[in-house]
């Protein structure tokens, strides 16, 4: 493997906003308890759709389930991107749809800033496939929301995407990695959260469109995870917390409904529909 070269000096200049796109207010900060915080807060005092932070260092980042999120300073690409849906688009139930645009879009960003294509492991993981059934996990995605009488308001989607690391913690060999890492090259934060913008751009637009999500946008976003897809295909075990009763389901992963959720064949031939839960790939199908 290639030794990761330091990314620092091939950053570009930070920008302020993506010409073409709603992005129109983009800040950048050395140190932040979290990005997804933050933004949320803002949205509650009716920050304008479009603000996105970006943090070298976070100190009270979050993941799925409340999970610490931690990197080094200037070593991810650590972003909250703050979207007001209109009204009567995009329903809680399908707000799902909204972080998998956010994945896609870091799938094309990776690819045309490091030549790294990730997968997508259901529901809100970037990973690099491996030989056998682990896969290496590149970045995670966390979507938060503010609701009023059962429309969204305000939708907070961060991301924190492993760009520089100097190297695999031996703890986390073959678990995670960094986009340097697999690229043998240094990466370009800055160019890497301007890509994964104008992608975002348009998917989301897709979805917000005049078919109200429910048509072409939201069916080209669905098709699009199909085919990116690390999971559909897998044996996989999906552990659910206590809010769901616990428990765990293995089978196969078969398909995306169109809210975006998992559905699973267990051994009995049966069909599940997963919302949200615990993923682990087993192996693929034959």
Same mark, same amino acid.
């Given at each position: 493997? #290639?030794?990761p070269?330091?990314?620092?000096?091939?950053?570009?200049?930070?920008?302020?906003?993506? !010409?073409?796109?709603?992005f129109? !207010?983009?800040?950048?900060?050395d140190?932040i308890?979290s990005?997804?915080?933050?933004?949320?807060?803002?949205?509650?005092?009716d920050?304008?759709?479009g603000m996105?932070?970006?943090?070298d260092?976070?100190?009270?980042?979050r993941?799925?389930?409340?999970?610490?999120?931690?990197? #080094?300073?200037?070593?991810?690409?650590?972003m909250s991107?703050?979207?007001?849906p209109?009204?009567?688009v995009?329903p809680?139930?399908?707000?799902?749809?909204v972080?998998?645009?956010?994945?896609?879009?870091a799938?094309?960003?990776?690819?045309r800033v490091?030549?790294?294509?990730p997968?997508?492991?259901?529901?809100?993981?970037?990973?690099i496939?491996?030989?056998g #059934?682990?896969d290496?996990?590149?970045a995670g995605?966390?979507?938060?929301?503010?609701?009023k009488?059962?429309?969204?308001t305000?939708?907070?989607v961060?991301?924190?995407?492993?760009?520089?690391? #100097?190297?695999?913690?031996?703890?986390?060999d073959?678990?995670?990695?960094?986009?340097?890492?697999?690229?043998g090259a240094p990466?370009?934060?800055?160019?890497?959260?301007? !890509?994964?913008?104008?992608?975002?751009?348009?998917r989301?637009?897709?979805l917000?469109?005049d078919?109200?999500g429910?048509?072409l946008?939201?069916?080209?976003l669905?098709?699009?995870?199909?085919?990116n !897809?690390a999971?559909?295909?897998r044996?996989?075990?999906?552990?659910?917390?206590?809010?769901?009763?616990?428990?765990a389901?293995e089978?196969?992963?078969?398909?995306?409904d169109?809210?975006?959720?998992?559905?699973?064949?267990?051994?009995a031939?049966l069909?599940?529909?997963?919302?949200v839960?615990?993923?682990?790939?087993?192996?693929?199908?034959?």
């Amino acid at each position: 493997m #290639p030794r990761p070269r330091d990314i620092t000096a091939t950053e570009s200049a930070h920008f302020a906003s993506v !010409s073409g796109t709603r992005f129109s !207010s983009v800040e950048w900060h050395d140190e932040i308890d979290s990005t997804n915080t933050e933004l949320l807060e803002r949205a509650r005092r009716d920050a304008p759709e479009g603000m996105v932070l970006i943090a070298d260092l976070q100190t009270a980042g979050r993941g799925r389930r409340g999970r610490r999120w931690t990197a #080094p300073p200037g070593t991810s690409l650590m972003m909250s991107v703050l979207l007001r849906p209109p009204p009567g688009v995009l329903p809680p139930s399908r707000a799902a749809l909204v972080t998998m645009a956010v994945a896609l879009a870091a799938v094309d960003a990776c690819e045309r800033v490091s030549g790294v294509r990730p997968s997508l492991k259901w529901p809100n993981d970037l990973v690099i496939a491996g030989a056998g #059934p682990g896969d290496r996990k590149l970045a995670g995605i966390l979507a938060e929301s503010l609701s009023k009488e059962g429309e969204l308001t305000a939708l907070v989607v961060g991301m924190g995407l492993n760009s520089g690391w #100097p190297a695999v913690p031996d703890e986390l060999d073959g678990i995670a990695t960094s986009l340097n890492i697999e690229s043998g090259a240094p990466v370009d934060r800055t160019l890497l959260a301007h !890509s994964v913008l104008e992608g975002l751009e348009q998917r989301y637009a897709g979805l917000c469109g005049d078919d109200h999500g429910a048509g072409l946008g939201a069916a080209s976003l669905l098709a699009e995870a199909r085919r990116n !897809s690390a999971t559909l295909g897998r044996r996989v075990r999906i552990s659910f917390d206590e809010t769901s009763n616990g428990g765990a389901l293995e089978g196969v992963a078969s398909d995306l409904d169109a809210e975006g959720r998992l559905l699973v064949s267990d051994d009995a031939g049966l069909t599940h529909t997963v919302s949200v839960g615990d993923v682990v790939h087993l192996r693929p199908t034959s």
